[in-house]
């Protein structure tokens, strides 16, 4: 088949590459429709490595997708052919104890696609275990089915924030990932988000999706206009989504006694952590890495339509502009979030 292969770093081909993919009684065989760009496709294009996972052989890239149920392993009971569906790109080792007890997210051994050695779904067809695979509700799009992969990363965030109806939240970055982490808090019951970020067309995106004040923290000081807002006490929960080693340093600035940090963003280097910020106000910290359990929430809380997720859905490109699209998500400009690829149906 026909996919999107990273050869090499800042190397990229649409050719035919042969994927064995066996359906097994547990599977499905899904008909890919649309695939999301993330930050980490990038980073292993242009850097051909995150951390420990590098890319030593061809792979195929992406893991944010959605597609169309073709065949059914005998097994399977609640899929059907024709069914629009999600999938969680993680496949966790069943035999794991962290599997065993509820936190397949972090089994060392889990297979998520697009992470080296794995093959990613930038191609016609995907395999995939009808467990890890979730109907599409009548009134979601496929392109928003897309996006229920970083979605689920800002539900798992808000879910351990143990939101409090009410709460004032600060999510500090303003990229696809810190976009739905504030949707996910509100749909949380967060009362207010206070949103950071030092581009302004993303603030200014920020602003239309609900109770959200933009802060431009290249101009505008963070920790004194949460105070101004909270009469003195501080933010609730601050969400760190940017990744950025100034800010994750600085998050316990503008949390109130009590609060809760929840690191989500990945900074490439060690970071500061001020021990006696954080105790002074007995802070709780949460950390966060992909998801688990969140898909089917993720799913209901769009159908629902309390979060809507389209105006994050900035750029479409067609299956054979791949390598296009890539180039543009490397750069991407000011004003777009995210960016997605269509494959022929």
């Given at each position: 088949m026909q996919a999107l292969v990273l050869e090499q770093t800042n190397?990229?081909?649409?050719?035919?590459?042969n994927i064995d993919e066996p359906l097994r009684p547990s599977d499905v065989k899904i008909a890919i429709h649309t695939v999301g760009i993330c930050g980490s496709d990038i980073h292993y294009y242009t850097h051909g490595r995150i951390g420990p996972f590098i890319v030593e052989e061809p792979m195929v890239l992406g893991h944010e997708a959605s597609?169309?149920?073709l065949e059914v392993g005998g097994d399977v009971t609640d899929l059907e052919i024709g069914d629009r569906v999600c999938m969680e790109p993680g496949i966790p080792d069943p035999n794991n104890k962290a599997t065993r007890l509820g936190m397949y997210n972090l089994d060392p051994a889990v297979r998520f696609w697009a992470t080296p050695p794995i093959h990613g779904v930038l191609r016609p067809t995907v395999?995939?275990?009808?467990?890890?695979?979730?109907?599409?509700p009548d009134n979601v799009s496929l392109a928003e089915a897309a996006m229920v992969e970083p979605l689920a990363v800002g539900m798992h965030g808000a879910m351990k924030a143990q939101i409090?109806?009410?709460?004032?939240?600060v999510v500090i970055g303003a990229g696809p990932i810190g976009m739905?982490?504030?949707?996910?808090?509100?749909?949380?019951?967060?009362s207010q988000i206070i949103m950071t970020d030092v581009v302004q067309p993303k603030l200014d995106l920020a602003a239309t999706l609900g109770p959200i004040i933009p802060v431009n923290v290249a101009v505008q000081?963070?920790?004194e206009l949460v105070y101004d807002l909270t009469d003195g006490w501080g933010a609730d929960i601050?969400?760190?989504?940017s990744g950025s080693i100034q800010a994750t340093a600085g998050v316990f600035e503008p949390l109130c006694p009590g609060g809760t940090v929840v690191l989500i963003g990945m900074p490439l280097e060690s970071v500061p952590y001020d021990v006696v910020a954080a105790q002074v106000k007995e802070a709780r910290v949460e950390h966060v890495f992909r998801y688990a359990h969140v898909y089917p929430r993720a799913l209901a809380l769009m159908g629902s339509g309390k979060i809507d997720i389209k105006p994050l859905i900035t750029d479409t490109f067609s299956f054979q502009d791949s390598i296009e699209a890539f180039d543009f998500a490397t750069v991407?400009?000011?004003?777009?979030?995210?960016a997605q690829i269509e494959l022929p149906q």
């Open positions: 190397l990229l081909s649409l050719r035919d590459i597609g169309t149920v395999v995939h275990p009808a467990n890890f695979t979730f109907k599409v409090k109806p009410g709460d004032v939240a739905v982490t504030a949707l996910a808090a509100l749909a949380g019951g967060c000081d963070l920790t601050v969400f760190e989504c991407m400009p000011p004003t777009s979030v995210k």
